[in-house]
């Protein structure tokens, strides 16, 4: 079957573009990790993929603001290509930091506030799906990391009673399987009514704050040396592959 | 011209809520009633309104933020303002992003001199004195790297907000290269070397730290030459000497050890050990490179390196911290042709953050040195930043607490790399620079920063140790040199050969490449600075960060420079290697270095260390039995070096790379683990398992022992994981005190020995190592009284292993009610220096340390470890855990917690011989696991277990409870496991 093609974006800091790269193949896509400065300078076309994912990282090292600065890259010299990308029938992700970089590009609405606790958390959560998205096909809820100084998402009462409205509100903090085996509250951030992830474009971009390529596989979820012993004496197989990497396989799924 | 930009959050901001927090727990609750933060960005460039507008835009989020141009605005009245700016050329990560993106905006660049700086302006309201605010601004910046404004409201109007002036560096400093004047007395020589070189106004320039030997060898080589040396010459080789890179102290002969500790000892284990495992030998690259290098699979090398950075550490907790981390980053990049890091490990010896006392560096108490609890805030935070922001898995770490840390803290830092073996069809760990070969130093521009690091880290610290060492890390220019570099440069073979710049700078570098190509001849001018005016000896020997130096054959520098455009990384021929056997230096044209590189790098006189042996005999605490036992076990959880350290694992990004299985917090109850699993190739099963040991405590009695239980601890956590003890390897860091003391020396030579034996008993070859070996601080406390405090002799002792596959590694967490508790090992009375007799030693004020120092006998739990690992492979174990800080007790209260499952267990079968209850449950004696099993499985456990000491001693309960029943079987311990779990994160809760 075709694969589709996936551009994960890369450069001044971000710095999950591997195992986002690797997540997509796995999943059955075709990935090539972009600078942005090979978009820039028009050695590689945007237009040729079908997939623009922006992975998690430190771009410029949230100096100035999470997101920022490398969104300001962008508009100053790719905001024609983006338009264009996302007026296709073509699909977005925004993980982490590529989901700071989306609202600051104004593609996705709200905005990522520090903490509560001020300071970088690196913890599983679990998430509530609604929605419609093509990402989001048959998940209904995830346990996945998030790992992030600036995630509590914000946006003032007006868009929110429109996310609302447009139930573009996809993803929301809730105490889950993992929540409740590490004894963790469900909001990690204090982010507003829980939003973890949002939609935009009828469903095809996805800005999140957890990261599903962490969860891609069996051994990388928190409780599995657990659950290996419960599936084995249960006599079950032990699986191979994690949660996430539902997403990834959405995305695929959706150009074939 | 310059303009302020302000920008201030409009919705309400976190971090001012936790400052405010901060602030009260100063002493001032209930003082302060608001606390407002607004960014500020001063440009100092010539901008027309309408572009200061534009870039106000860019700089603020619409959603959240407000900014104003040049006012600086606060919602309601306030009492006190302070202003948190940087001193002139340290380094400015916001402000160097803000000028990117102004200039990538504006399409246009800052002219030289211009630039952004950025400070940080705090409102504060509340009841408060003068005295109270300048606490408060004492707590936000260090005098040796930030500048602090205080201001009342009133002044605060009169002026009408802030000035407006930016910390810009100014230097009048003489570019002319001097001459040494060396045909001087021994006395003046002495001064040289202690003091640095006299500047023309009678200063002297900091340590060259070089003792009278040193300098009339130099005497003794420019008088064969004909000349005098010059400032620049002088301070090369002071760099190079520096006990920092030559570790002359274990290079040198100790005692009867004509080769040095180190060749006889460490690499004299290493090389038999590799010989007695042939075919099996797995080291590829060990000693000679950045890293050490082992074998992962068929396809890639693992490397792994572990550094200290105690002396900038104790000056700027923040600065010395992450530049430990991003600096053993480039130790990763700098192994053969370039490895990408992939795991770092922290550990950080420090003293009770609660201690109040105040210490100075200087008699008249004007230089005060940081608090305990500031040191420990400051180098977590550090560590946090560089490897957060480098998006390499921070997996594993320890604190260790001491009261003789309070003086120099002990920062570990360790980063473990992955390469393939061949690269374009070449041996990818070897690497060589060719004459004729550009030098290219790549990254970060040269400063002010970094002078003297490696001399002054060779000394104790004092009231004249250099503030020109401290800087602070600048990770995301690092970032985007290692991406260019390892992910692309690399496998496109641009260049012949790299290294790292640390310690010395481009004087130690480029001198150490030089050596493949046998001579260099640089060009200083060519070299990039932060601002004008820099020395020449400066540029030469500065430490500045995110460097590394590449030899490039002059056909590929044309594809390489383009490379480096093209990802934003700063790339600059400084010079040529050469065939001339000479390191040569020119500043506009003029010769100002020419030195025979065998002299600068062998130049350096001989030793002959002697050692005297010291005899050591401690209290013994009485031999009262325990009446609490409850007690003292929830006491033990409480105490700093066993209980929890989740706030540091969880602000860690330990699962960036999506690697990691074995996770820092285990189980339900997140109880941290001393064992991280990690898989380093996302399209392969095998594993990486790190673990650690370290007991400084243990010096007290013996370094020999110390060495040995640091070693076996180190194993057996790897093991426990689930490690094939034929499959580790160790790293050595020595952090020692005054190893100008015959004593200390013997203490090291002992401890060196151990490290010797038990390696070659254990067949785990060490690959890498490092020595610090002055960590004292001489000063005085608040009446004058002058003191010396020195760390205990430290030795970290790391493990690396590879495992076939990740999903057959184990966790410490019990799994199910009904499996089996089994110990492996042997309890004795080994309670010398332990937790517990620390316990009783601080309820009833007296120092028992005691001389029962647990023993290794590495025959005995090898077997142990290769049965437990056969065990683990063959999945007949739930759960594992390495006995170790206090003792029985604390290792099955980790299993019950992190499984949230009760325990019952009766101490009369342990094996060993332990006569009382106390001694029982807290006796840190090597070699033992505490494994859970399924009933299932006991035959075939116990079939392969035949032969070692272990035994059945209980089991895992659905009740909440640990019960355990003494050595006479009457009930000794009962304890509620909710109860037991806060006692275990209390300490820690509010960090």
Same mark, same amino acid.
């Given at each position: 079957?075709?694969?589709?093609?996936?551009?994960?974006?890369?450069?001044?800091?971000?710095?999950?573009?591997?195992?986002?790269?690797?997540?997509?193949?796995?999943?059955?896509?075709?990935?090539?990790?972009?600078?942005?400065?090979?978009?820039?300078?028009?050695?590689?076309?945007?237009?040729?993929?079908?997939?623009?994912?922006?992975?998690?990282?430190?771009?410029?090292?949230?100096?100035?603001?999470?997101?920022?600065?490398?969104?300001? $890259?962008?508009?100053?010299? &790719?905001? @024609? /290509?983006?338009?264009?990308?996302? %007026?296709?029938? !073509?699909?977005? #992700?925004?993980?982490?930091?590529?989901?700071?970089?989306?609202?600051?590009?104004?593609?996705?609405?709200?905005?990522?506030?520090?903490?509560?606790?001020?300071?970088?958390?690196?913890?599983?959560?679990?998430?509530?799906?609604?929605?419609?998205?093509?990402?989001?096909?048959?998940?209904?809820?995830?346990?996945?990391?998030?790992?992030?100084?600036?995630?509590?998402?914000?946006?003032?009462? $007006?868009?929110?009673?429109? &996310?609302? @409205? /447009?139930?573009?509100?996809?993803? %929301?903090?809730? !105490?889950?399987? #993992?929540?409740?085996?590490?004894?963790?509250?469900?909001?990690?951030?204090?982010?507003?009514?829980?939003?973890?992830?949002?939609?935009?474009?009828?469903?095809?971009?996805?800005?999140?704050?957890?990261?599903?390529?962490?969860?891609?596989?069996?051994?990388?979820?928190?409780?599995?040396?657990?659950?290996?012993?419960?599936?084995?004496?249960?006599?079950?197989?032990?699986?191979?592959?994690?949660?996430?990497?539902?997403?990834?396989?959405?995305?695929?799924?959706?150009?074939? | 011209?310059?303009?302020?930009?302000?920008?201030?959050?409009?919705?309400?901001?976190?971090?001012?809520?936790?400052?405010?927090?901060?602030?009260?727990?100063?002493?001032?609750?209930?003082?302060?009633?608001?606390?407002?933060?607004?960014?500020?960005?001063?440009?100092?460039?010539?901008?027309?309104?309408?572009?200061?507008?534009?870039?106000?835009?860019?700089?603020?989020?619409?959603?959240?933020?407000?900014?104003?141009?040049?006012?600086?605005?606060?919602?309601?009245?306030?009492?006190?303002?302070?202003?948190?700016g940087f001193l002139p050329g340290v380094t400015d990560?916001?402000?160097?992003?803000?000028?990117?993106?102004?200039?990538?905006?504006?399409?246009?660049?800052?002219?030289n001199g211009?630039g952004?700086y950025?400070?940080?302006?705090?409102?504060?309201?509340?009841?408060?004195?003068?005295?109270?605010?300048?606490?408060?601004?004492?707590?936000?910046y260090n005098p040796l790297i930030q500048s602090a404004r205080?201001?009342?409201?009133?002044?605060?109007?009169?002026?009408?907000?802030?000035?407006?002036d930016v910390p810009k560096v100014r230097l009048s400093s003489s570019q002319n290269v001097g001459q040494v004047d060396l045909e001087v007395n021994d006395e003046e020589l002495i001064k040289i070397g202690k003091q640095g070189i006299a500047n023309a106004d009678g200063t002297r320039r900091g340590p060259l730290a070089m003792d009278l030997d040193y300098m009339l060898t130099i005497q003794?080589y420019f008088r064969?030459?004909?000349r005098q040396p010059t400032d620049l010459e002088l301070e090369s080789i002071a760099q190079t000497w520096s006990e920092h890179?030559?570790?002359?102290?274990?290079?040198?002969?100790?005692?009867?050890?004509?080769?040095?500790?180190?060749?006889?000892?460490?690499?004299?284990?290493?090389?038999?050990?590799?010989?007695?495992?042939?075919?099996?030998?797995?080291?590829?690259?060990?000693?000679?490179?950045?890293?050490?290098?082992?074998?992962?699979?068929?396809?890639?090398?693992?490397?792994?390196?572990?550094?200290?950075?105690?002396s900038p550490?104790a000056l700027d907790?923040?600065g010395?911290?992450?530049?430990?981390?991003?600096?053993?980053?480039?130790?990763?990049?700098?192994?053969?042709?370039?490895?990408?890091?992939?795991?770092?490990?922290?550990?950080?010896?420090?003293?009770?953050?609660?201690?109040?006392?105040?210490?100075y560096k200087d008699e008249d108490l004007k230089q005060k040195i940081?608090?305990?609890?500031?040191?420990?805030?400051?180098?977590?935070?550090?560590?946090?930043?560089?490897?957060?922001?480098?998006?390499?898995?921070?997996?594993?770490?320890?604190?260790?607490?001491?009261?003789?840390?309070?003086?120099?803290?002990?920062?570990?830092?360790?980063?473990?790399?992955?390469?393939?073996?061949?690269?374009?069809?070449?041996?990818?760990?070897?690497?060589?620079?060719?004459?004729?070969?550009?030098?290219?130093?790549?990254?970060?521009r040269v400063g002010q920063d970094g002078i003297h690091g490696a001399t002054f880290s060779s000394e104790a610290m004092d009231s004249g140790s250099p503030a020109t060492a401290v800087q602070i890390?600048?990770?995301?220019?690092?970032?985007?040199?290692?991406?260019?570099?390892?992910?692309?440069?690399?496998?496109?073979?641009?260049?012949?050969?790299?290294?790292?710049?640390?310690a010395g700078g481009l004087s130690c570098?480029?001198?150490?490449?030089?050596?493949?190509?046998?001579?260099?001849?640089v060009?200083l001018e060519?070299v990039p600075v932060k601002y004008p005016g820099l020395e020449p000896w400066k540029i030469w020997i500065s430490e500045s960060?995110?460097?590394?130096?590449?030899?490039?054959?002059?056909?590929?520098?044309?594809?390489?420079?383009?490379?480096?455009?093209?990802?934003?990384?700063?790339?600059?021929?400084?010079?040529?290697?050469?065939?001339?056997?000479?390191?040569?230096v020119k500043n506009n044209g003029r010769v100002v270095m020419d030195i025979?590189?065998?002299?600068?790098?062998?130049?350096?006189?001989?030793?002959?260390?002697?050692?005297?042996?010291?005899?050591?005999?401690?209290?013994?605490?009485?031999?009262?039995?325990?009446?609490?036992?409850?007690?003292?076990?929830?006491?033990?959880?409480?105490?700093?070096?066993?209980?929890?350290?989740?706030?540091?694992?969880?602000?860690?990004?330990?699962?960036?790379?999506?690697?990691?299985?074995?996770?820092?917090?285990?189980?339900?109850?997140?109880?941290?683990?001393?064992?991280?699993?990690?898989?380093?190739?996302?399209?392969?099963?095998?594993?990486?398992?790190?673990?650690?040991?370290?007991?400084?405590?243990?010096?007290?009695?013996?370094?020999?022992?110390?060495?040995?239980?640091?070693?076996?601890?180190?194993?057996?956590?790897?093991?426990?994981?689930?490690?094939?003890?034929?499959?580790?390897?160790?790293?050595?860091?020595?952090?020692?005190?005054?190893?100008?003391?015959?004593?200390?020396?013997?203490?090291?030579?002992?401890?060196?020995?151990?490290?010797?034996?038990?390696?070659?008993?254990?067949?785990?070859?060490?690959?890498?190592?490092?020595?610090?070996?002055f960590?004292?601080f001489k000063g005085f406390?608040?009446?004058k009284?002058p003191?010396?405090?020195?760390?205990?002799?430290?030795?970290?002792?790391?493990?690396?292993?590879?495992?076939?596959?990740?999903?057959?590694?184990?966790?410490?967490?019990?799994?199910?009610?009904?499996?089996?508790?089994?110990?492996?090992?042997?309890?004795?009375?080994?309670?010398?220096?332990?937790?517990?007799?620390?316990?009783?030693?601080?309820?009833?004020?007296?120092?028992?340390?005691?001389?029962?120092?647990?023993?290794?006998?590495?025959?005995?739990?090898?077997?142990?470890?290769?049965?437990?690992?056969?065990?683990?492979?063959?999945?007949?174990?739930?759960?594992?855990?390495?006995?170790?800080?206090?003792?029985?007790?604390?290792?099955?209260?980790?299993?019950?917690?992190?499984?949230?499952?009760?325990?019952?267990?009766?101490?009369?079968?342990?094996?060993?011989?332990?006569?009382?209850?106390?001694?029982?449950?807290?006796?840190?004696?090597?070699?033992?696991?505490?494994?859970?099993?399924?009933?299932?499985?006991?035959?075939?456990?116990?079939?392969?277990?035949?032969?070692?000491?272990?035994?059945?001693?209980?089991?895992?309960?659905?009740?909440?409870?640990?019960?355990?029943?003494?050595?006479?079987?009457?009930?000794?311990?009962?304890?509620?496991?909710?109860?037991?779990?806060?006692?275990?994160?209390?300490?820690?809760?509010?960090?």
């Amino acid at each position: 079957m075709r694969k589709p093609k996936v551009l994960i974006l890369s450069g001044y800091g971000l710095n999950c573009e591997e195992e986002t790269k690797f997540a997509f193949e796995l999943a059955g896509a075709e990935g090539r990790i972009v600078h942005i400065n090979d978009l820039i300078d028009g050695s590689v076309k945007l237009k040729n993929f079908q997939i623009l994912a922006i992975p998690g990282g430190f771009s410029y090292g949230d100096d100035t603001g999470s997101g920022k600065a490398y969104a300001n $890259k962008i508009k100053n010299h &790719l905001q @024609k /290509e983006i338009n264009d990308f996302v %007026k296709e029938d !073509k699909l977005v #992700i925004g993980i982490c930091n590529g989901f700071q970089i989306l609202t600051n590009l104004g593609l996705l609405p709200g905005a990522l506030n520090f903490n509560d606790s001020a300071r970088y958390t690196d913890r599983w959560v679990d998430i509530k799906i609604e929605g419609e998205s093509p990402w989001l096909v048959g998940i209904k809820t995830l346990s996945v990391p998030i790992a992030h100084g600036e995630g509590k998402y914000f946006t003032d009462k $007006k868009t929110l009673a429109k &996310l609302k @409205k /447009e139930k573009r509100i996809t993803a %929301k903090y809730f !105490k889950g399987e #993992i929540c409740r085996y590490q004894d963790y509250p469900a909001n990690p951030n204090g982010a507003l009514e829980d939003i973890a992830g949002v939609l935009g474009a009828g469903g095809k971009i996805l800005g999140m704050m957890p990261h599903p390529e962490r969860a891609m596989f069996f051994t990388q979820l928190p409780n599995w040396p657990y659950l290996k012993e419960k599936y084995k004496r249960e006599g079950k197989k032990i699986p191979i592959y994690g949660p996430g990497l539902k997403i990834f396989q959405n995305a695929v799924k959706y150009f074939q | 011209m310059i303009t302020r930009i302000n920008v201030k959050y409009a919705t309400p901001d976190a971090r001012a809520k936790v400052k405010q927090k901060n602030f009260a727990e100063l002493g001032l609750w209930g003082k302060i009633k608001a606390v407002e933060i607004v960014d500020s960005y001063a440009i100092d460039a010539k901008l027309n309104f309408a572009d200061i507008k534009r870039v106000a835009k860019i700089l603020t989020n619409p959603l959240m933020e407000k900014s104003t141009i040049n006012r600086l605005e606060v919602s309601g009245k306030f009492d006190w303002m302070i202003e948190i700016g940087f001193l002139p050329g340290v380094t400015d990560n916001v402000g160097a992003t803000a000028k990117e993106t102004i200039e990538d905006l504006l399409k246009k660049k800052f002219k030289n001199g211009e630039g952004v700086y950025v400070s940080q302006v705090f409102f504060i309201s509340g009841k408060l004195k003068l005295e109270d605010i300048q606490k408060i601004a004492d707590s936000l910046y260090n005098p040796l790297i930030q500048s602090a404004r205080i201001k009342s409201y009133a002044e605060f109007r009169k002026q009408k907000g802030t000035e407006k002036d930016v910390p810009k560096v100014r230097l009048s400093s003489s570019q002319n290269v001097g001459q040494v004047d060396l045909e001087v007395n021994d006395e003046e020589l002495i001064k040289i070397g202690k003091q640095g070189i006299a500047n023309a106004d009678g200063t002297r320039r900091g340590p060259l730290a070089m003792d009278l030997d040193y300098m009339l060898t130099i005497q003794k080589y420019f008088r064969k030459i004909g000349r005098q040396p010059t400032d620049l010459e002088l301070e090369s080789i002071a760099q190079t000497w520096s006990e920092h890179c030559k570790h002359t102290i274990f290079a040198n002969s100790m005692d009867e050890i004509k080769d040095g500790l180190y060749k006889t000892y460490i690499k004299g284990a290493t090389n038999l050990i590799r010989k007695k495992k042939g075919r099996k030998d797995f080291c590829v690259s060990v000693f000679t490179d950045n890293s050490g290098g082992i074998e992962f699979d068929e396809k890639y090398i693992i490397t792994h390196k572990a550094e200290t950075h105690n002396s900038p550490s104790a000056l700027d907790p923040f600065g010395g911290a992450i530049t430990g981390i991003v600096g053993v980053n480039r130790d990763a990049m700098g192994f053969g042709l370039g490895a990408k890091p992939v795991v770092n490990i922290y550990g950080f010896c420090l003293a009770d953050p609660k201690e109040k006392r105040v210490l100075y560096k200087d008699e008249d108490l004007k230089q005060k040195i940081l608090s305990p609890k500031r040191i420990m805030q400051g180098v977590i935070q550090g560590v946090n930043v560089g490897g957060n922001c480098s998006g390499i898995p921070t997996a594993q770490g320890f604190l260790f607490f001491d009261e003789r840390y309070r003086g120099k803290p002990l920062v570990f830092v360790g980063t473990v790399g992955l390469i393939p073996k061949k690269i374009r069809g070449k041996d990818s760990w070897k690497k060589k620079a060719m004459p004729g070969d550009l030098i290219v130093m790549v990254g970060g521009r040269v400063g002010q920063d970094g002078i003297h690091g490696a001399t002054f880290s060779s000394e104790a610290m004092d009231s004249g140790s250099p503030a020109t060492a401290v800087q602070i890390g600048d990770p995301i220019t690092q970032k985007k040199m290692s991406d260019a570099i390892i992910k692309e440069a690399r496998d496109a073979g641009l260049y012949n050969s790299i290294t790292d710049n640390g310690a010395g700078g481009l004087s130690c570098s480029v001198a150490e490449m030089a050596k493949e190509s046998h001579g260099c001849f640089v060009e200083l001018e060519k070299v990039p600075v932060k601002y004008p005016g820099l020395e020449p000896w400066k540029i030469w020997i500065s430490e500045s960060q995110e460097r590394m130096t590449l030899s490039v054959p002059k056909k590929k520098w044309p594809a390489f420079l383009k490379l480096m455009q093209r990802r934003g990384v700063e790339a600059t021929v400084i010079g040529e290697f050469t065939n001339s056997g000479k390191c040569v230096v020119k500043n506009n044209g003029r010769v100002v270095m020419d030195i025979d590189l065998d002299f600068l790098h062998n130049g350096l006189p001989e030793k002959k260390l002697q050692t005297k042996e010291v005899k050591i005999k401690n209290l013994e605490p009485p031999k009262q039995k325990e009446k609490n036992l409850n007690k003292a076990v929830i006491q033990m959880l409480k105490r700093l070096n066993i209980t929890s350290s989740e706030f540091i694992s969880k602000q860690y990004d330990h699962e960036v790379q999506a690697g990691s299985v074995l996770k820092p917090l285990m189980g339900r109850g997140r109880v941290n683990g001393d064992t991280a699993v990690m898989c380093p190739v996302l399209n392969s099963k095998k594993g990486i398992v790190l673990s650690y040991g370290i007991n400084p405590n243990y010096s007290d009695i013996s370094t020999y022992h110390m060495a040995a239980c640091a070693i076996d601890s180190a194993i057996r956590g790897a093991v426990a994981g689930g490690a094939d003890i034929e499959r580790l390897a160790l790293l050595d860091n020595f952090c020692w005190c005054s190893s100008n003391e015959p004593e200390r020396l013997w203490q090291l030579k002992q401890a060196v020995k151990a490290c010797h034996d038990y390696a070659i008993a254990f067949g785990t070859p060490f690959i890498s190592g490092k020595d610090s070996m002055f960590n004292d601080f001489k000063g005085f406390d608040e009446n004058k009284k002058p003191l010396k405090i020195s760390v205990p002799p430290t030795l970290l002792i790391s493990a690396i292993g590879v495992v076939p596959d990740v999903a057959r590694t184990v966790s410490l967490d019990a799994k199910f009610p009904g499996d089996l508790i089994y110990i492996l090992g042997e309890t004795f009375d080994e309670l010398g220096a332990s937790e517990y007799f620390a316990q009783i030693s601080e309820k009833e004020n007296k120092k028992y340390i005691g001389n029962n120092i647990p023993k290794v006998d590495a025959r005995k739990n090898k077997k142990i470890y290769a049965d437990l690992c056969r065990c683990i492979q063959r999945e007949l174990v739930a759960s594992s855990v390495s006995v170790g800080r206090g003792g029985i007790a604390v290792a099955l209260l980790k299993t019950a917690m992190a499984g949230k499952l009760g325990v019952d267990v009766a101490l009369a079968k342990i094996p060993g011989n332990v006569l009382q209850n106390d001694l029982a449950l807290f006796s840190e004696s090597q070699g033992r696991i505490i494994v859970t099993v399924s009933p299932k499985n006991q035959k075939e456990f116990e079939k392969k277990m035949k032969g070692n000491k272990a035994e059945l001693i209980g089991k895992v309960t659905n009740k909440n409870f640990v019960e355990i029943k003494g050595l006479d079987g009457k009930n000794i311990v009962n304890l509620n496991l909710n109860f037991a779990l806060l006692a275990y994160r209390s300490t820690f809760k509010d960090f």
